[in-house]
């Protein structure tokens, strides 16, 4: 991020709240995809193999 002109701070920052996401670290996961969706939530590897077997990116 530095490289591309964000200043050492913003990209320090950036870097450990993307880091804390992908360890799984941060506020308990709630309900809200189901209330929105009226469905369960499912992982993004499932949506991607889905995706696929269905031809949307062929």
Do not use: C, K, N
Request: charged share 25%.
């Amino acid at each position: 991020m530095v490289h591309e002109g964000v200043p050492a701070d913003t990209a320090r920052l950036l870097t450990g709240l993307l880091v804390d996401i992908r360890d799984g670290r941060g506020p308990d996961v709630s309900d809200g995809v189901e209330q929105a969706l009226g469905r369960p939530p499912r992982s993004f590897e499932d949506y991607v193999a889905e995706a696929a077997a269905a031809g949307h990116w062929s």
